[in-house]
C-alpha cells in the first residue's frame, strides 16, 4: 500500500474557526510533511517531521500548529486563519529523513482550503 | 546553495508527438533528482528518481530521462505523447536529504487531439 489519505478533501472556514486536517499512511515511513500549495505554484514546504518528531518549521505562522500523534498520523491545526491562507495543503510521508540520503516522498491528494 | 530551473513554464505538443520538458540545477555535490507529476486538483505522483546509478532513469507511463552532469541538466522525455499526460510537471533537486528538497517552477504540459 503507497497511499497517503488525507481528510478532508474540501474545508471552507472563517476566521474564527478552529478546524484540522488528517493525514495517514501505512507505509511504515518515519518522516512526514506538510506542504502549502497555490495555484500554478510549486508546493512549499511548512512542516517536517522525523520519528514524530518536528524537525522542521519553514518560519510557518504560529496559526498552523503541526501534531504527529503517532508515525503512521499528521495533523494541522487551523486557529484565526487569514483569507491568503486559502491553498491546497498536501500532505506527503518518505521512508526516512537521513543525511545524504534523499528518498521519494509520496503525496496524499490534498485538501483545499478556503477561508471566508 | 542549489537550486532547479525548469525552463519552461508551458509545453505544447500533439498526441502521438515526442514531449520534452527541460530542468536544469545547480549543485555543488551529486544531488538526487527528481520528477514528479501532478493532474488538476491531485496531489504529486513520483515519476522517477535519479541517485546517482544509471544515467538514463526510467519511470512509469513510459516517461524517462538522462542525468547530464557536465549540462547539469536532467531533462524529462517521452516518446509519443497521451491526452493522460497533460498535466503540471516539477522537477526537485535535494542535495542532503529530504529536508532540503528545492522544487522548480512547473511546467504546464498541454496535449492537443
Known amino acids: 500500500d503507497t497511499e497517503v489519505t488525507q481528510t478532508p478533501k474540501h474545508l471552507v472556514?472563517?476566521?474564527?474557526?478552529?478546524?484540522?486536517?488528517?493525514?495517514?499512511?501505512?507505509?511504515?515511513?518515519?518522516?512526514?510533511?506538510?506542504?502549502?500549495?497555490?495555484?500554478?505554484?510549486?508546493?512549499?514546504?511548512?512542516?517536517?517531521?522525523?520519528?514524530?518528531?518536528?524537525?522542521?518549521?519553514?518560519?510557518?505562522?504560529s496559526r498552523f500548529s503541526p501534531e504527529c500523534p503517532n508515525s503512521s498520523l499528521l495533523?494541522?491545526?487551523?486557529?484565526?486563519?487569514?483569507?491568503?491562507?486559502?491553498?491546497?495543503?498536501?500532505?506527503?510521508?518518505?521512508?526516512?529523513?537521513?543525511?545524504?540520503?534523499?528518498?521519494?516522498?509520496?503525496?496524499?491528494?490534498?485538501?483545499?482550503?478556503?477561508?471566508? | 546553495a542549489q537550486s532547479v530551473t525548469q525552463l519552461d513554464s508551458h509545453v505544447s505538443v500533439s498526441e502521438g508527438t515526442p514531449v520534452l520538458l527541460r530542468c536544469n540545477y545547480s549543485s555543488s555535490y551529486s544531488p538526487s533528482l527528481f520528477w514528479y507529476v501532478q493532474h488538476p486538483n491531485?496531489?504529486?505522483?513520483?515519476?522517477?528518481?535519479?541517485?546517482?546509478?544509471?544515467?538514463?532513469?526510467?519511470?512509469?507511463?513510459?516517461f524517462e530521462a538522462e542525468f547530464k552532469k557536465s549540462e547539469t541538466s536532467f531533462h524529462l522525455t517521452k516518446p509519443s505523447?497521451?491526452?493522460?499526460?497533460a498535466a503540471e510537471y516539477f522537477c526537485v533537486v535535494s542535495h542532503y536529504n529530504n529536508n532540503d528538497m528545492r522544487f522548480g517552477a512547473g511546467t504546464r504540459l498541454t496535449v492537443k487531439p
Open chain 2, 81 to 85: 505523447a497521451h491526452m493522460s499526460d
Open chain 1, 75 to 116: 495533523n494541522l491545526h487551523l486557529h484565526a486563519l487569514q483569507p491568503e491562507d486559502s491553498a491546497l495543503y498536501l500532505c506527503a510521508s518518505s521512508q526516512d529523513v537521513r543525511r545524504l540520503v534523499a528518498y521519494e516522498q509520496y503525496f496524499g491528494p490534498g485538501t483545499r482550503l478556503t477561508v471566508t
Open chain 2, 42 to 62: 491531485k496531489g504529486l505522483q513520483l515519476l522517477l528518481k535519479y541517485t546517482s546509478a544509471a544515467t538514463l532513469v526510467k519511470g512509469i507511463n513510459g
Open chain 1, 13 to 61: 472556514m472563517g476566521m474564527t474557526n478552529k478546524k484540522s486536517l488528517k493525514c495517514e499512511q501505512h507505509m511504515g515511513h518515519r518522516a512526514m510533511y506538510w506542504y502549502k500549495q497555490k495555484a500554478k505554484k510549486p508546493p512549499e514546504l511548512m512542516f517536517v517531521y522525523s520519528y514524530e518528531k518536528l524537525s522542521i518549521n519553514e518560519s510557518v505562522p
